[in-house]
């Protein structure tokens, strides 16, 4: 016979009980909570200097309340309009052509029946993602070399393409799909790895071709990644790697790599001026939250996903 008393389901019990009858569970999840706490959380204590003139000797609170001084000395700055436009451009520009290459190069290797060649392929393409910027741009100069550089063999020419300000945008977001398409295909095959193939089978059977197999059982299975993939990507449009943009960056290219984070290296490190600095890191990171939500609200009503 059925207990008269229904148990009570785990989610409506008082959270006392809940601690008491999965205390270990707790106990886990409040090491990473910590963590978290003492290097994300706390460091947001500082962020107050972009609001201040902040002096060492003087600590944070003892430094004088400018308000936002150091704001509008960056709008007001000569190259503000020029420093957003390349940021922005790079960014765009890395996501047009850089976002589709890992689902397509994924839904590529899926085909693949040979198991050897896929793992063949897919440790070929992952290699790049384990250099170091420093080595690839070390590579890239001398691939685009004038004297002997293989680009300029290969083209018959002798142009120093690194100073030439038109070529760094290209220069730049082709060297990173190269590095990180490859390793961007990971979590796309992870995704297909979970597709249950008799729906392989069943549309086999049916006669649909290869494309038509990708089309309407890969595609619809990874939007909800995709969608995720892109709301991280555009969160992170502001983010453009200051390692290459600096490494690359020459007094004749400047009017396409000049950059937002090149610039806050400048200011903060090689010129001391950190509240400046904080103020224009925290104008990026007000503009990376504002397209997070913007992106997100897009994506839940054009393909009803969405995860923040």
Known sequence: MKSAVAAVPAHRKPLGQRLKDHWQLYVLLLIPVVIT???KYGPMYGIQIAFRDFRASMGITGSPWVGWKWFERFFNAPTFERMMVNTVLLSLYGLLWGFPVPILL????NQLRFKRLRRT???????PHFISTMIICGMLRIFLSPSGGLINL???????????AGAFRTIYVASG??????WGTIIYLATLSSVDPALYEAAKVDGASVFQRILHIDIPCLIPMIVLQLIMS?????NVGFEKAFLLQTDLN????????????DQGIQRASYSYATAIGLFNTAINIFLLVVVNWVAKKAADVNFV
Do not use: H, P, R
């Not at 392929?121 to 290699?127: D, E, G, K, P, R």
């Not at 555009?234 to 502001?238: N, P, R």
């Open 234 to 238: 555009a969160s992170g449009l502001m």
């Open 106 to 109: 994924s839904l590529a290797l």
């Open 177 to 182: 799909i190269w590095q990180e398409a490859g």
């Open 37 to 39: 706490i003492i290097y």
């Open 254 to 265: 400047k009017a396409t790599s000049d950059i937002i984070a090149v610039y806050v290296y």
């Open 154 to 164: 290969i083209a018959g020419t002798k142009i120093d393409f690194l100073t030439e």
């Open 121 to 127: 392929v897919q440790t070929v393409i992952y290699a």
